[in-house]
């Protein structure tokens, strides 16, 4: 992912060549924009987010398993 630096920069190139002598403060402003949108998105780091989903699949995975220790343990009481 490109960094919020390189995404104004990108931005700032973008404009026409008539605001040329304004474009150092129009990507300071886009860099500002960006990162406040960015900040109320809530994201959470990539490395976060790879930690939490190994966890729900070792948490789905558990709980297939306790499912099928339920449905065994009612099977074996219902033959009682």
């Given at each position: 992912?490109?960094?919020i630096e390189d995404m104004a920069?990108?931005?700032a190139?973008?404009?026409p060549p008539q605001v040329a002598p304004l474009r150092e403060e129009l990507k300071a402003n886009f860099r500002a924009?960006?990162?406040s949108q960015l900040a109320e998105l809530d994201l959470v780091p990539r490395e976060?987010?790879?930690a939490t989903r190994e966890m729900?699949?070792?948490a789905?995975?558990?709980l297939g398993e306790l499912e099928n220790r339920v449905a065994?343990?009612?099977s074996r009481d219902n033959e009682s």
């Open positions: 992912m490109r960094s920069a990108r931005l190139n973008a404009l924009v960006l990162q976060e987010f790879e729900l699949a070792h789905r995975a558990r065994e343990l009612e």
